[in-house]
């Protein structure tokens, strides 16, 4: 029996896409650990620009911790280059159909290049989001729940591939 994973956070990735697409400076996303996790390591590696917490009208961390849950979000400050958005791709993976679950050689192939579980190999600049799995399947608690691909392949871990950005 295998446990149930969470939903896919594909609302977010689209999102991102459109509203950098648009040339708009910011938005705000629903709160959620998955969505801040994603977040955070898409700002790790330059393809965004801030990330903050607030309200639905504004970026505000002090209101943010009193909010009730549905009204919590998060605020991502996009980045632009000579006035083209940085991040320009955000695809999801995994898909509810078709779990895309790698071992860590599988995701070394992938980030070198190469093509594995018919997922193709990373590009230049590329960047992968893993959900990394304890050795039973199941996601892992804790902070590191959500690594960046070659983050996960230096610590000796695999797991879902969740979405690629580029």
């Not at 999801?92 to 050689?105: A, C, E, G, T």
Request: contains cysteine.
């Amino acid at each position: 029996m295998s446990a149930r994973l969470p939903t896919l956070p594909h609302r977010l990735c689209a999102h991102l896409v459109n509203t950098s697409q648009s040339s708009l400076a910011s938005t705000s996303l629903p709160y959620s650990n998955s969505s801040l996790a994603i977040t955070s390591v898409l700002l790790r590696h330059g393809l965004i620009s801030n990330l903050t917490l607030g309200t639905p009208t504004h970026p505000s961390p002090t209101e943010f911790h009193t909010l009730p849950e549905p009204s919590k979000r998060i605020w991502v400050g996009l980045k632009y280059r000579n006035g083209t958005p940085v991040l320009k791709k955000l695809n999801l993976v995994s898909k509810p159909s078709q779990r895309r679950i790698v071992s860590n050689k599988e995701l070394g192939a992938i980030l070198a290049g190469k093509r594995a579980l018919n997922v193709a190999g990373a590009g230049l600049g590329e960047v992968f989001v893993v959900r990394v799995l304890d050795k039973d399947g199941r996601s892992v608690k804790g902070m590191d729940t959500f690594m960046e691909g070659w983050e996960a392949w230096r610590a000796g871990l695999g797991g879902e591939l969740v979405c690629r950005a580029g």
